[in-house]
T-cell receptor, first 114, second 112 residues
Framework: DAKTTQPTSMDCAEGRAANLPCNHSTISGNEYVYWYRQIHSQGPQYIIHGLKNNETNEMASLIITEDRKSSTLILPHATLRDTAVYYCIVRVAGQSGANSKLTFGKGITLSVRP | KAGVTQTPRYLIKTRGQQVTLSCSPISGHRSVSWYQQTPGQGLQFLFEYFSETQRNKGNFPGRFSGRQFSNSRSEMNVSTLELGDSALYLC???????????FGPGTRLTVT
């Protein structure tokens, strides 16, 4: 799986958009970008994933650059409950699901301030 | 639908003992993966079971083992516990053909 690089931490004001960057310059053509988050003392929570098109769901938006070497997770209106460690993971997702392993880095700690 | 269940939630053991942790997946999920989380090493993949077969394994010693039952419930066992095995043990489940995995709340193991 390709390696990812994320800043160590960032903060944003409640109600504002939080833009979390991730670099994955060695990503392969068949690797997806996944985002998970982990709120203190809980299990990680799946947020979103994408291959090359931008994706949006009820939690967040994922913007992937055209060369796929970086991406940004956007939380459009951050709340205090969004304070967590956010992990950007790159992995192959085959139809057989044979590669379910997730390789977590250190992630980025997002602090949402009132 | 019910989420991933892990039991017990907290456990205290002494060095040299062995421990068994349980993970019940979301209904319909056949893949169960196990992870260890420590402050020093972060989240590390232990192994994955799918249809009662181990199909992926991380870099952990043989003291760490697992199994999966026909109802997809999985157990992991750690024998001859060491202080360094103190960690949050998480399981994650999926259908096996899906892109997202769902994590349980974890079992906090403390070895004294």
């Amino acid at each position: 799986d390709a390696k990812t690089t994320q800043p160590t931490s960032m903060d944003c004001a409640e109600g504002r958009a939080a833009n979390l960057p991730c670099n994955h310059s060695t990503i392969s053509g068949n690797e997806y970008v996944y985002w998970y988050r982990q709120i203190h003392s809980q299990g990680p929570q799946y947020i979103i994933h994408g291959l090359k098109n931008n994706e949006t769901n009820e939690m967040a938006s994922l913007i992937i650059t055209e060369d796929r070497k970086s991406s940004t997770l956007i939380l459009p209106h951050a709340t205090l409950r969004d304070t967590a460690v956010y992990y950007c993971i790159v992995r192959v997702a085959g139809q057989s699901g044979a590669n379910s392993k997730l390789t977590f880095g250190k992630g980025i700690t997002l602090s949402v301030r009132p | 639908k019910a989420g991933v269940t892990q039991t017990p939630r907290y456990l205290i053991k002494t060095r040299g003992q062995q421990v068994t942790l349980s993970c019940s997946p979301i209904s319909g999920h056949r893949s169960v993966s196990w992870y260890q989380q420590t402050p020093g090493q972060g989240l590390q993949f232990l192994f994955e079971y799918f249809s009662e077969t181990q199909r992926n394994k991380g870099n952990f010693p043989g003291r760490f083992s697992g199994r999966q039952f026909s109802n997809s419930r999985s157990e992991m066992n750690v024998s001859t516990l060491e202080l360094g095995d103190s960690a949050l043990y998480l399981c994650a489940t999926s259908t096996g053909n899906s892109y997202e995995q769902y994590f349980g709340p974890g079992t906090r193991l403390t070895v004294t």
